[in-house]
């Protein structure tokens, strides 16, 4: 299978798990709006998505997909399989563990996350719903354990339609479970709770029939003797040793979301939603381009590493760093110039005001200014992981951990929120510039030829659309449209397709070959 036809298959399942995942956030803000108890449960689902993103997506699968492909390359798949099983018992049993030491230590964690919830009321639910959605780490670990076996032997299509499921059951308990909470007297923000344990459960469950077809389904060793010597596995020793320093370079952007979200917890009651919302929003390219790049590479990359190709090495590294400046560039530009129509036709219902636009509006245009870095780290952190050079990318990280907070210093007590926006998307284009940096210090990446006249038609094209974009954002009045929904999305569709038409009208007429770009 082609790397276009790979991404391509994961970009429309990321596509719809960002559509649904849109749907999820359009009902929770018309239904809940912004306020302490939404705050509340962001916080509360953030903190078992911080440490999925820290031991499973992050330190686990930086660690555990270059040896994985690395063992299938070299040694075949019998000896990968026993890597299998050995990772998946040890990483079941520490997951256990983990799941009954987090719901014990749920108002500990809350504290540490949000401690302004104490001021704004809604500590208390954020612990309750904490203590229901932390096995949700648990079952999403394993999930990532699924995804880089599958991935390893080209299969992307399960993992990158996972997500899906998440969104839908969090959109029947908004729908469903939330209204007869209501009638029991019960909050029904905690219905969202409910709706995340049931998409972890879901989302797990779906891997075990794609692993079976393949023949990889781990065997979960049961007997102390089975689990000693899963532990002393040496795939697994390897595993584990690459995820100390990988899992001090994720803890590096983990800790600033951290405090990132502990500053926002004390900027009053809907400051955590409106910095929430406009993260969902950015997160669909990042998703789209960065997650669907970076996952497709890395195996690639990893395999390419191995039979010491660096040719090819580079020349994959060019290929997304292309894709991102063609595709990430006009999207960041949206972000800036049209971020009110956007904010304005997907939340602007129900609960969500005027006032909550406008402060999502602003936290959105903060993460717009570092699209393309925020883009870029997921195709260039791969270059370091592949060759297991995790270290490189943990020092630029602490850098950026450091220079992330000074800029709070500056633009919180100016922008609130959307300061905090600000100084993470300023601060990932200095992470994607150190890292483009490393790669070509290191002798692993070379710009192909024709990047001048390659970015001199993107950028001319992106001039385009900005004066599109700028006077479609101002000549209609996207808030007070919102009693005529449907006018109002007609008209933000309108608004996109002529953008793109636009965009795209100009690299071909000025010779741009897209076929021959979108290629690998």
Known sequence: MSLLKSASIVSLLT??????????????????GASATTDAFQVAFRIPNLLRRLFAEGAFSQAFVPILAESRARQGDEATHRLINAVGSVLFWVLLLVSVLGVIGAPVLVWMMASGLKESGGFDDAVLMTRWMFPYIACMSLVALSAGVLNTWGHFAVPAATPVLLNVAMIIAALLVAPWFRQQGWDPVLALAVGVMLGGVLQLAIQFPALARRGVLPRIATSRAALSAAWHHEGVRRILRQMGPALLGVSVAQLSLLINTQIASHLGAGAVSWLTYADRLMEFPTALLGVALGV?????LSKAQASGNHAQFSGLLDWGLRLI?????????GLLLFAKPLVAVLYHYGRFTDADVQQTVLALM???????GLVGVKILAPGFYATQDIRTPVRIGIGVLVL????????????AQAGLALSIGLAS????????????????????PGWWLFGGRVVLATALLSGGL???????????????PWERVGLLVACLVGAAVVYFGTLLATGLNLKATLRR
């Open 470 to 484: 700028w006077w479609a954002a101002h000549a209609f009045d996207w808030l007070a449209l919102r009693h005529q």
């Open 296 to 300: 497709v590479l890395l195996p690639q």
């Open 366 to 372: 903060g993460y717009g200014v570092g699209l393309m």
């Open 15 to 32: 596509l719809a798990s960002r559509i649904t995942g849109l749907v999820r956030e359009l009902l929770i803000a018309a239904a809940f």
């Open 404 to 415: 992330t907070q000074l800029l709070n210093l500056i633009f919180v007590p100016w922008l």
């Open 429 to 448: 284009l200095v992470n994607s510039g150190l890292l483009l940096w490393g790669l070509r210090r290191a002798g692993r990446y070379q710009a192909g």
């Open 325 to 333: 400046v063609l595709l990430a560039l006009p999207c960041a530009v």
